[in-house]
């Protein structure tokens, strides 16, 4: 009788060692007292158990601390006081991804820009107190008003991971308003030696993003449909007086555009005639130093047309449209730590706690995404004909070998162990005081 094959044992263990070797990566340089509740807690987001348990931490990871005095406990104090930096953590990640995944990034433009995503989140809290923390005035598409919730702000490093556009997060920052945690996240960018191009949303591309650009780091976004710009100034017939700042006012979301197109080319997409106007030398009436080329996008998928600004004027009309897609994995990232890492339900009450449940749920959702991209589709079951690699099926592959993932990502972390202090009481010993 022959042996069985075990050609397809590396295939379901790949992914279980990847993910488990992200973990412990990640909580290698924590303190003692944190890094073993942290990777619990990494594992209950990776593995899905902590959206079956409703968002519970309690009841999530408590098969893996049941063995320790109070386990639970200790691990929402880890979440709350534990000595930890969300930002190391997230360059820990990148440089984990890096070194053990087929990552290369993303660059547009003559000029080799790397590409980054900026986009916010409400995460809705319908039934929220007022002493939960980190609350501002959010708009919930599944509500249909405006209601109390947690505004999060995130830069993503979108990248490549074989074929697979993948964004790795770099920072999260909250405010009571978007306007406020996207200027907190803005202020907080990390450096870098290579020229960057920011993509973000029409709620970002404001005069005050453009005004902030530089020449190193761009910025590309959509721009509201009733926008109104101002041509470059013509020069004055007989050279008299002050100088000009404003030309001709340009409404490039109208059906009917004033003037002349700079540039006016079709592209062939999807089958599809797309009509690409561009125009060049603008500003904005308050910001006049200010250049940027917006780029009009007319396809006929969609009803109205796609507005485009940067700053980035190297770039073509058609590097344009593709810098403002690079954005999609930034909201992919929302989809996965939501649906997967229970992001959606931060059962937390501290500031600080909020911040890491929401912000190691992003953290987990990205990791998930960059792993199942580098290794092989995933099957379901002996249904599943078309197997494809993402991140549900990725946490549902660890979720069935919990035991040794944990076991993997935990290896050569303990948790402290703390004693009962037993001296002997001395006051007993001492005589009553004479009275008086």
Same mark, same amino acid.
């Given at each position: 009788?022959?042996?069985?094959?075990?050609?397809?044992?590396?295939?379901?263990?790949?992914?279980?060692?990847?993910?488990?070797?992200?973990?412990?990566?990640?909580?290698?340089?924590?303190?003692?007292?944190?890094?073993?509740?942290?990777?619990?807690?990494?594992?209950?987001?990776?593995?899905?158990?902590?959206?079956?348990?409703?968002?519970?931490?309690?009841?999530?990871?408590?098969?893996?601390?049941?063995?320790?005095?109070?386990?639970?406990?200790?691990?929402?104090?880890?979440?709350?006081?534990?000595?930890?930096?969300?930002?190391?953590?997230?360059?820990?990640? $990148? +440089?984990?991804?890096?070194?053990?995944? &087929?990552?290369?990034?993303? %660059?547009?433009?003559?000029? =080799?820009?790397?590409? !980054?995503?900026?986009d916010s989140s409400t995460i809705a809290r319908l039934r929220a107190s007022t002493k939960c923390a980190l609350l501002g005035k959010g708009y919930c598409h599944r509500a249909g008003r405006c209601v109390r919730a947690n505004i999060v702000a995130v830069l993503t490093t979108v990248v490549m991971v074989g074929t697979v556009r993948v964004g790795l997060v770099r920072r999260t920052r909250f405010g009571v308003s978007c306007e406020e945690a996207?200027?907190?996240?803005?202020?907080?960018?990390?450096?870098?030696?290579?020229?960057?191009?920011?993509?973000?949303?029409?709620?970002?591309?404001?005069?005050?993003?453009?005004?902030?650009?530089?020449?190193?780091?761009?910025?590309?976004?959509?721009?509201?449909?009733?926008?109104? $710009? +101002?041509?470059?100034?013509?020069?004055? &017939?007989?050279?008299?007086? %002050?100088?000009?700042?404003? =030309?001709?006012?340009? !409404?490039?979301?109208?059906?009917?555009?004033?003037?002349?197109?700079?540039?006016?080319?079709?592209?062939?997409?999807?089958?599809?005639?797309?009509?690409?106007?561009?125009?060049?030398?603008?500003?904005?009436?308050?910001?006049?130093?200010?250049?940027?080329?917006?780029?009009?996008?007319?396809?006929?998928?969609?009803?109205?047309?796609?507005?485009?600004?940067?700053?980035?004027?190297?770039?073509?009309?058609?590097?344009?449209?593709?810098?403002?897609r690079q954005r999609w994995p930034v909201e992919t990232n929302f989809f996965v730590a939501q649906g997967t890492c229970a992001m959606e339900m931060p059962r937390a009450w501290s500031e600080r706690a909020v911040e890491r449940r929401i912000g190691l749920a992003l953290l987990a959702g990205s990791l998930l995404k960059a792993i199942a991209a580098a290794c092989q589709p995933l099957r379901m079951g002996p249904w599943d004909h078309k197997a494809?690699?993402?991140?549900?099926?990725?946490?549902?592959?660890?979720?069935?070998?919990?035991?040794?993932?944990?076991?993997?990502?935990?290896?050569?972390?303990?948790?402290?162990?703390?004693?009962?202090?037993?001296?002997?009481?001395?006051?007993?010993?001492?005589?009553?005081?004479?009275?008086?």
């Amino acid at each position: 009788m022959s042996k069985p094959s075990n050609t397809t044992l590396h295939l379901t263990a790949s992914p279980v060692y990847l993910a488990a070797s992200a973990v412990n990566n990640l909580i290698a340089e924590l303190p003692v007292g944190t890094a073993y509740f942290i990777g619990v807690v990494l594992i209950t987001m990776m593995t899905g158990q902590l959206v079956h348990r409703q968002g519970s931490l309690a009841r999530a990871a408590l098969p893996y601390v049941a063995h320790l005095h109070w386990g639970w406990h200790r691990a929402h104090r880890a979440m709350g006081r534990g000595k930890l930096s969300l930002d190391a953590l997230f360059d820990r990640a $990148l +440089r984990w991804c890096i070194d053990h995944l &087929p990552v290369e990034p993303v %660059r547009l433009g003559s000029r =080799g820009r790397s590409v !980054h995503a900026i986009d916010s989140s409400t995460i809705a809290r319908l039934r929220a107190s007022t002493k939960c923390a980190l609350l501002g005035k959010g708009y919930c598409h599944r509500a249909g008003r405006c209601v109390r919730a947690n505004i999060v702000a995130v830069l993503t490093t979108v990248v490549m991971v074989g074929t697979v556009r993948v964004g790795l997060v770099r920072r999260t920052r909250f405010g009571v308003s978007c306007e406020e945690a996207v200027a907190k996240l803005t202020a907080c960018v990390p450096t870098s030696g290579d020229e960057r191009l920011f993509s973000v949303d029409a709620g970002i591309a404001t005069r005050e993003q453009f005004q902030q650009a530089t020449e190193r780091d761009a910025l590309v976004g959509r721009l509201r449909k009733n926008v109104s $710009l +101002r041509r470059a100034p013509t020069a004055q &017939p007989g050279g008299r007086g %002050r100088p000009r700042l404003h =030309g001709p006012v340009l !409404h490039v979301g109208a059906k009917r555009t004033e003037g002349r197109t700079d540039e006016d080319v079709t592209i062939r997409v999807e089958e599809r005639e797309v009509r690409l106007r561009r125009w060049n030398n603008l500003h904005f009436r308050g910001a006049a130093q200010t250049i940027i080329d917006v780029v009009r996008v007319d396809d006929p998928a969609y009803k109205r047309p796609l507005l485009i600004g940067t700053t980035a004027r190297e770039l073509t009309s058609e590097e344009i449209r593709q810098a403002y897609r690079q954005r999609w994995p930034v909201e992919t990232n929302f989809f996965v730590a939501q649906g997967t890492c229970a992001m959606e339900m931060p059962r937390a009450w501290s500031e600080r706690a909020v911040e890491r449940r929401i912000g190691l749920a992003l953290l987990a959702g990205s990791l998930l995404k960059a792993i199942a991209a580098a290794c092989q589709p995933l099957r379901m079951g002996p249904w599943d004909h078309k197997a494809v690699g993402s991140a549900g099926r990725l946490a549902n592959h660890l979720d069935i070998h919990a035991n040794n993932f944990a076991a993997l990502a935990l290896n050569g972390v303990a948790p402290r162990k703390y004693r009962k202090i037993e001296e002997p009481n001395h006051a007993k010993d001492l005589r009553l005081p004479i009275a008086a």
